[in-house]
């Protein structure tokens, strides 16, 4: 104990320095900036500000990173913890996707989405952090690293993937059908982000279920019990499942891959945010919170109504 108490005073001291320096909302400043940048790209400059809006959104990500480190070495712990961190996790996730994204296509669409996920998640860990302390003691169920390292960060960084596909496929939707941007050539641009980022997520969802499965037997003697934060990380994977054996054998095309995307999106929104805030039963009482329910309902309606809206629009259009 006392060899440990002059790690302790330091860390004491370095998240006192952490605080004062703010690295996400510093973060959330320059995605704004970025996401700004890129649509003023799509209307003048389109080489300069592209680019300057990359390198701002690498900077971005790396001052995010920063903040995520910050607090493993505060903590003590791998970045997720709580629903706060998984939060800045998930936007974290999207963001280094996207720069991928936008290195490879180099059209902004990578780079906006990234940024927007980013400040959107961001801004909800904010909220998060005025419900408590978000370095918080540690359940026991959560008490093992090894876990915590594996299985947690899997399955959060196919959720981070799962956020920037539905953002790009709500804005393939928007430049469709208020924009004339959408020609041939980016709308098979923005299906293949999306579909490529797709098969991303099932992956890292599918093995970080599997993980937890594992863990859970560990912990509680069984490796599956229909638990509702289980029941809802299955569901998300089957509709992703769904979308992509569709997409696979010809039942949907690019815009059926849009809106299926978006419809998959608000399941990850349920086993990941609502699961959490609405059921508030199970055995992963130890995420449970309260708050945000209404924003959260208002976001995935909204989703539901823009797909039909759209798919009502385009079916009473092909047959005018």
Known sequence: FIADFPDDIS????E???NGLQPFYISMQLYVLIFLAVCISWLRWPKELAKAAFWVLVLAFLIHTFGLLSRMYIQGRPPITNLYSSAVFVGWGAVLLGIFIEKFFKNGIGAAMASLVGFCTLIIAHHLAMTGDTLEMMRAVLDSNFWLGTHVITIT????????????????????MFTPLLDRKMARAMAGMVYAIICFAILFSFVGTVLGGIWADQSWGRFWGWDPKETWA??????????????????????GLAAGSIISFSLVIMAWYGVNYWLGAGLHSYGFGSGGVEYV???VMLHIIYVIFVGVFLKLKSKS
């Open 11 to 14: 860390r004491v001291h370095y």
């Open 16 to 18: 006192r320095i952490f």
């Open 157 to 176: 960084l196919g959720y981070s993937a799962t956020f920037l596909a539905g953002f790009i496929a709500l804005l393939y939707i928007f430049f469709g």
């Open 234 to 255: 299955f569901i998300a994977l089957m509709g992703y499942l769904a979308l992509l054996h569709a997409r696979l054998v010809g039942m949907v095309k690019s815009f």
């Open 297 to 299: 309902s208002v976001f």
